[in-house]
């Protein structure tokens, strides 16, 4: 056990000798300062139009009294059977004030950015393995008495302890920003949304916390199948395009087959869960438990192909 966990230390150190670990968490540092300048530009011009006053409760009902007013009723805003009116109406009857945009929303917004860890954790996941053979340091692993099948494991768990850390300072670096751009409501602040067509609230921490770590989720399927591509055909390059392509056309591809039958099977029309715990899943019919499942099942193909090729290639020509 020891010898795994000098694998993995061996393997954190060559990642983080590499400047482009750096330079990515650099950007990613950036561009969350970056946004949470725009959105506060963006609110010093708009201005905020929250009703978090005393009367806050009249002022709801009279945006509920405009909105249906309004042509078409405000029928179907954003979901089916979900309306301002509805979210409205819910507050008011649970005596949940409307809170001013503040760090907590600032973290939600900054989930699109799961994105783009993603994508970093491809590169390392396909660069991790690949990277060995072309330099030809593979073979310097492989005459140690360690087995492939552990060399194996140490890279993949380094592949997802730096996703896990990216994620990480995601999250704290989003709220730190969005904390000193906009100010905290409290940890006890309640989030109203849509599951389903059905409203709910929840406390924003452990919601956040959650919708990240359901990100998670799709990141590191994303990685797995990089690092399986990566083991394969031994090629950086392919693994990284393939990967990201795949992740960008996940959602057009399940959209395209939407009508069929077998459109639930396909691996990203489950790798979102997030979609279980607000909004409406992509393909009807879906749940949380199939789409688990599909995934589990997704994830053991990707670890198997990825080891029955790297204990069973040679080395010899590398």
Do not use: C
């Not at 009279?62 to 979901?79: D, H, I, K, R």
């Not at 990089?226 to 959602?251: K, Y």
């Not at 591809?253 to 990203?268: C, G, S």
């Amino acid at each position: 056990m020891s010898n795994f966990f000098q694998l993995i230390r061996n393997e954190h150190m060559k990642l983080y000798s590499q400047k482009a670990t750096w330079i990515m968490a650099a950007i990613l540092v950036v561009l969350v300062i970056g946004m949470g300048g725009l959105f506060k530009i963006d609110e010093a011009i708009t201005g905020g139009e929250v009703p978090t006053g005393d009367n806050w409760k009249e002022e709801l009902q009279q945006q509920n009294e405009q909105l249906m007013s309004q042509e078409g009723q405000a029928q179907e805003v954003a979901y089916p059977g979900y309306t301002n009116v509805e979210e409205n109406q819910y507050r008011i009857e649970n005596d949940l004030p409307p809170t001013e945009y503040n760090a907590w929303d600032f973290v939600r917004d900054n989930r699109g950015f799961v994105a783009l860890v993603s994508l970093f954790t491809i590169i390392v996941a396909a660069g991790i393995t690949a990277n060995e053979f072309r330099w030809g340091t593979i073979k310097l692993l492989l005459i140690r008495p360690i087995s492939r099948t552990k060399i194996l494991l140490a890279k993949y768990v380094s592949v997802v302890i730096y996703a896990l850390t990216m994620l990480v300072l995601l999250y704290v670096l989003s709220f730190i920003i969005g904390v000193i751009f906009f100010g905290m409501d409290s940890f006890s602040q309640t989030y109203v949304y849509n599951q389903a067509g059905e409203i709910k609230d929840a406390g924003i921490f452990a919601f956040t916390v959650s919708q990240y770590m359901l990100s998670f989720v799709e990141l590191i399927m994303m990685a797995t199948f990089a690092f399986m591509i990566a083991s394969v055909f031994r090629n950086t390059s392919l693994a990284i395009g393939l990967a990201i392509f795949l992740m960008m056309a996940g959602s057009s591809i399940v959209l395209f087959f939407m009508n069929k039958e077998w459109a639930k099977y396909i691996l990203f029309a489950n790798t979102d869960l997030t979609q279980f715990m607000e909004g409406t899943p992509m393909v009807a019919d879906l749940t949380l438990g199939f789409s688990i499942t599909v995934i589990a099942v997704y994830y053991l193909v990707f670890l198997l192909l990825s080891w029955f090729f790297f204990t069973k290639s040679d080395v010899a020509g590398s």
